[in-house]
Structures are given as structure tokens and as C-alpha cells.
């Protein structure tokens, strides 16, 4: 994840489509990235939107399809359920299983990827918070911090994300600084920044 220029990381607000497109579009390797054929048919999402070629990346990967009036809807939110297909879609790419379209996936989809901070359970329907996103893919890629004392003195902060009681704290700085890490326990401990 990424700060606004503001110096806020905004874990509270609703992550939007564009949003996730973009951190799924970091999340592939430079030579993957490169592969990609960048063509979006996408009423409203223009070569000139900020996330254009992350969203034809998805589109194109078919991890993130449009409605069926031809739009992304980039603004819109992400809820639990349409992560849990896109997460089962990853799945099936990377397990070289051909995703069905019209399969029943359920909630639960992303082997147990789907869940809240400290266990507590998201809502199918609502959209997902940044925070909320932030500590499903820590989980997924066993980036997880589990005391403050993990992480290192002199790391950016972020103006919203000072409070290191706040049950985001952790998952909010684990996604969105740059370091190098050793596993620790179920967790990690930071080594470096940068």
C-alpha cells in the first residue's frame, strides 16, 4: 500500500476497485508486469486515470472484470465477497486450475484468506477499509508483525496511523513500508528499512 501526499495512509476509509487494482499490479514481478498486454476497453477508465494500466493488467489477467455496460467502476468499493472471487481467482491461475465464472465461491473463498483484524469476521456486503485489506494480504503473504517492538525505531509514519494501540497500527505500517524482515515465532521482525 501506498500514502496520500497529504502524509495520511487513510486506513479507515473504504478501499476502492482502482485501489485494489493497483496494489495487486505492485504485487506482480517487474518481468510479470512487463508480459502484460496494457489495452483497457473500459468506459471509464481513460489512458489518462491514474490507475489505467494496473486496471487493464487485472482486466486483462481477468482477476478484475467491468460490469456489463462496459465500465470498471474504479470509485466503487471492494466488499469481502468480491475479493474472496478475485482472491479465488489468483488461486486457480497460479494452481493452473481454469477459474469458472459461474462458480459458487463462497466467502470463505482464499483459503481463509478473507478474514477481519484479530480474527473478527468481515461483512460479505460492506466494502473493506484499507486496514481491513492490509491485514488479508500480510496474511497472504505472511508478512505479520506481532508487537510493536517487530517493528524499528526511525520508521515513516503516517499522520493517521500514530496510534500504535489502534488494532490497524501494525497491519497499515507491515503493508506500506519498505523493509527487510526474519521470521520470528508466527510472525517477523523487521532487520532494515528501505
Not at 512487463?34 to 489505467?52: I, M, P
Not at 482486466?59 to 479465488?88: C, H, K, Q, W
Not at 461483512?123 to 473493506?128: G, N, R
Amino acid at each position: 500500500m501506498q500514502g496520500f501526499p497529504d502524509g495520511s495512509i487513510r486506513p479507515e476509509k473504504q478501499v476502492t476497485r482502482a485501489e485494489l487494482a493497483e496494489i495487486l499490479h505492485r504485487m506482480m514481478s517487474p518481468d510479470a508486469r512487463q508480459e502484460l498486454t496494457l489495452e483497457s476497453a473500459f468506459r471509464d477508465v481513460g489512458c489518462g486515470h491514474w490507475a489505467y494500466e494496473a486496471v487493464s493488467a487485472m482486466a486483462g489477467l481477468r482477476l478484475m472484470l467491468g460490469d456489463g455496460n462496459g465500465n470498471f467502476r474504479p470509485d466503487d468499493g471492494v466488499t469481502g465477497e468480491e475479493l474472496s472471487v478475485i482472491l479465488e481467482r489468483v488461486r486457480a491461475q497460479e494452481s493452473g486450475k481454469e477459474a469458472r465464472a459461474a462458480q459458487e465461491v463462497t466467502f470463505e473463498a482464499g483459503n481463509g484468506w478473507v478474514m477481519g483484524l484479530h480474527g473478527a469476521v468481515f461483512s460479505k456486503e460492506q466494502a473493506l477499509s484499507r486496514a481491513e485489506l492490509a491485514e488479508i494480504l500480510n496474511r497472504i503473504l505472511g508478512r505479520k508483525p506481532e508487537a510493536l517492538s517487530d517493528l524499528l525505531v526511525g520508521m515513516p509514519l503516517f499522520s493517521d496511523n500514530l496510534d500504535t494501540e489502534a488494532p490497524y497500527f501494525l497491519a497499515m505500517q507491515e503493508a506500506a513500508i519498505d523493509h527487510t524482515a526474519r521470521a520470528c515465532g508466527d510472525g517477523e521482525r523487521w532487520t532494515g528499512l528501505g
